[in-house]
């Protein structure tokens, strides 16, 4: 029998499109995010379409209490039937160099980025080792390999989840818990909108010239890396368009 995949950022871009696969292949779901009715509404799109169990839990990663309290509302029988935790929401706020950065943007990447993805993953974690193992899915970027101009303090944060993963596995290996980290290049979904700050013509232009990935690319791939058989991990996945060889070298026709 499969067991809960929980995703965090499923309303949107990499996480609805992890939501579709998994319940496509007949995994119930823990979807999460703070858009409660594109939650609801991908609820009854895949409880139709796939026959699974589809829990939604809306909250914002931010707000400790609240990622707390809606991992707690859970039923023991949910609880005990966690296998695959997917970090996945995160963004990135505006694009500049550090002497010019804007506070707030700064903290809205790094409490979702990194405090975010630290209060879900203290949650859940000692409950996959309560299950008796599972896998942690962290989504980071190549921006968590490389720098690039006005990525700064994006790209701190990704480096940071980059680094968490390596430490997680350390910390998990003797759980039997897999520790996955998964870094995409230039993938059009919603993040260059909120990037840019609603601003579309902005944000498409990041795409223009060339063939981006797509959320489903990343999903497929993280489907695979969490259906390898028990005894195999692939430890960092690092995902770019074929036009795309580093983060600021993109080949633009
Ligand atoms: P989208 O903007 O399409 O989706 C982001 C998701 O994160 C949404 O579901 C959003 O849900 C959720 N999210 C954001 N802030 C919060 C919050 N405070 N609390 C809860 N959920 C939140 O972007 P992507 O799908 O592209 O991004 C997914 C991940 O992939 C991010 O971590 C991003 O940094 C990373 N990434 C993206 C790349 C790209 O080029 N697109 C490349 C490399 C990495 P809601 O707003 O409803 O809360
Ligand atoms: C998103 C990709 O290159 O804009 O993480 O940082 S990039």
Known sequence: MNKYVFITGATAGFGEACAR??????????????????????????????NIDVIVLTFDVRDQKEVSDAINSLEDSVLGQIHTLINNAGLAVGRGPIQNGVLDDWERMIDTNVKGLLFVTRKIAPILINNGGGHIINVASIAGKEVYPGGNVYCASKHAVDALSRAMRIDMVEHRIKVTNIAPGAAETEFSIVRFKGDKDTAKSVYDGYEPLRAEDIAEVIFFAATR???????DIVIMPTAQASSMVIHKE
Do not use: M, W
């Open 229 to 235: 058989p028990a005894h195999v991990t692939l430890n």
């Open 21 to 50: 696969i998994f319940a496509q292949n007949g995994y119930p779901l823990i979807i999460t995010g703070r858009r409660a009715e594109r939650l609801e509404s991908l609820k009854d799109e895949l409880t139709n379409e796939y």
